[in-house]
């Protein structure tokens, strides 16, 4: 079992900068891939960027390349995700998730476990 719990979600202007973190329960935090998902208000939640077991690896949805860089850190337990240049439909609320073994995925229904989310509002 893994319990994931996010922080860092806030309110900030456009153009801002944002660091989300999921800290993970656990001693096995190395034999999970990542992944970072949002949902906005009205919307289905959608993949975000997502992260290998080791860190060597990433993979992230068109609509936040080059500006939010997912990455973590084993030693403690923690993924994270840089967000620079927010625009206002980044506004949603944003999930991390944990995928035990395996490759890391956009998919969803691959992913064990989730947080409980942490919102996010970027305004104009």
């Known amino acids: 079992q893994v319990q994931l719990v996010e922080s860092g979600g806030g309110l900030v202007q456009a153009g801002g900068s944002l660091r989300l973190s999921c800290a993970a329960s656990g001693r096995t935090f190395s034999s999970y891939a990542m992944g970072w998902f949002r949902q906005a208000p009205g919307k289905e939640r959608e993949f975000v960027a997502a992260?290998?077991?080791?860190?060597?690896?990433?993979y992230y949805a068109d609509s936040v390349k080059g500006r939010l860089t997912i990455s973590r850190d084993n030693a403690k337990n923690t993924v994270y995700l840089q967000m620079n240049s927010l625009k206002p439909e980044d506004t949603a609320v944003y999930y991390c998730?944990?995928?035990?073994?395996?490759?890391?995925?956009?998919?969803?229904?691959?992913?064990?476990?989730w947080g409980q989310g942490t919102q996010v509002t970027v305004s104009s």
């Open positions: 998730a944990a995928r035990r073994g395996g490759y890391y995925s956009s998919a969803e229904y691959l992913y064990d476990y």
């Open positions: 992260i290998n077991l080791s860190g060597s690896s990433t």
